[in-house]
Structure formats: C-alpha cells, structure tokens
C-alpha cells in the first residue's frame, strides 16, 4: 500500500483525502458517496475498503443478502471521476468469488501469499544483502523458526541485526543476544510447533527453551491461551464473518496472524480440543503435585499433542 500511496502524489495532500471504511457492513451508497467526491487540493483521492470481498464467499453460507446492490460494483466503479481510486483490501480470497469476477475486468489485482520456506529465506538473505550484510544459513533457519512468516517483524529484527554485526556475517548467536523478539517470539513458536503437530520442531524448541531459562508455568499458560482461542475460532468458523470480525470477536490486535489460528483450529475437531485442554490440566497438576519433573511432563504433552 506504501508503494502504491507514492505514485497518488504527495503524502500530506493524499492523507487528508483518504477514506478508509470496514466492508462487513458498508452500503453501495456510501461508498460511492465517497469515491465521486473531488480531491481537494490534490490529484488523487484514494478510498480503501478492507473486507468487503469476503462477504461474497461462497464458503461463508451463501451470498451476502445486498448482492443484488453490490453486483453492479463494476458499473459506479466505471464512472467514478479519474482521480478516484479504489482499493478493495482482503485476506484469502477464491478466484470465483463474485464479486471479484464483477471488477476484474477494471482492476488491477495484486496477490500476496505469504512467503515460505526456500522463498522466505531467500526474502531474508536479500533484506540482510539490503542493509549491506550477509547472514548464515543458521542464523537464516533459526530467524524464520522465531518470527514465521511475518515479514514487518522480521524487517525490523533484520535491521536490528545488521547494526549490531556492523559488517560481519550475522550469525545465530546474534539472534538470541540482541534481538528482543527472539525472546519473545520464542514461546510463540514452539506454541505454534506444538498446536500444528509438528513433533521434531516442537522437543528440540521445547528443551531450547529451557535451556534459557524460560517456566514451565509460562508455556502451559501460553499453551492453554492458544487453545482456547483455538476453541473460540472454531465455534465462529461457520458464522459467515469477515476476517476483521473475527480478529474483533476474540480480541486480537491488527497483527495477530488470525488466518494462522483458523488453520489451525480447523485441523481439529472439537472432542480433541477438550481431549488435548485435559492433558494440558493434567500436565499443570502432575508438575505441582510432583508426580513427574517439568522437562518430563512437558516432554509427554508435546508428545500426546502432537501424536
């Protein structure tokens, strides 16, 4: 969006001429009231709606209600003055949503999957080349166990990183010194190891964490946090909401990867939900009673999880 906001003109002139609306409950007139008003004092005004395609899912039940308005999207599009640009902003969208199929024809449509494995990695060794550094092939496997595939937060650990090496290869042991959100991101990941059933990832990021010192108590609760949010995403995942509604229900930030979490709620059935929510009370009791050890215990449930 950065990108393109540069081409609009300048950045002052076009933020007092942009209007943003969420799509879950927008009327055609609204936002045609908007994309025919005269920029002023600049050459373009930009309209964003997030949101609104995916009210025309197939998946989510049927189409919205107000299709027959919205079907002819295409044509107010057509006629919006020349200064106007609309840009529709969504997250994973079919290519036979209708909507979509009404303005391809006038649009131009950009896609965004995120990045991983071979094309990750080689996304961080070009953005450490950027900044005018080089960067281990650990060091680039260990970054993407931690940060995932976000890429806003691995940019601005990149950064970090190239400051502190000052022109040396940055190395693992860099990540886990300097970097703060490899500390944090840390739980994360081996949360995320352990929900998606990935078993070798899960022990070996497990006993890393112990190894730095990290409570046992802390990754049951995080482990118990994720679970219940896998729980509630789950019971909303046929309600026909759009993916800020969803993030706004369970009280997420506009960061929080939440097409990660319905993945991963989606792999399992609510009986295992409650099946696996019991082993992990089962876990925290056996810790506190001291009927096994914590590197025991926690070893059992990874592999209980993850079976």
Known sequence: MAELKKEL???????????TFEGSHLTITQLMSACN?????????????????????????????????????????SNMPPTTVLMLIDGKTARGNPLLKRIAAISKVWEFPPLKRDSL????????????????????????ELAGDNLWLLASEIDKLCLYA??????EEDIRQTTSYAREASIFALVDAIVEK????????LHQSFAEGMAPAYILVMLARQLRLMVQA???????????????????SPNYPIE???????????????????KLLETDMAI????????????????????
């Open 166 to 171: 000052q022109g040396r290869r940055i190395e």
């Open 37 to 77: 008003t005269i920029p002023f004092l600049a050459t373009n005004r930009l309209v964003v709606v997030e949101g609104l395609l995916s009210r025309f899912e197939q998946k989510t039940g049927g189409r919205d209600p107000d299709w027959d308005e919205w079907k002819s999207l295409n044509e107010h599009a």
């Open 288 to 307: 506190k009673t001291g009927k096994w050890k914590d590197d025991l215990a926690l070893d059992l449930l990874v592999a209980h999880v993850c079976c």
């Open 260 to 278: 990660r979490l319905l993945g991963q709620s989606a792999g399992y059935p609510m009986p295992r939900l409650v099946e696996v929510y019991e």
């Open 9 to 19: 003109g300048d950045s002052e002139s076009l933020a007092i001429n942009t209007t």
């Open 198 to 205: 990935k078993e070798s990832a899960a022990m070996r990021l």
């Open 234 to 252: 789950l019971e909303i995942s046929g309600q026909g909401t759009s993916l800020m509604e969803k993030r706004e229900y369970l009280g997420l």
């Open 121 to 144: 990695q080689d996304w961080i060794r070009s953005r450490v080349a950027k900044c005018g550094g080089s960067i281990s092939p650990r060091a680039v496997k260990f970054l993407t």
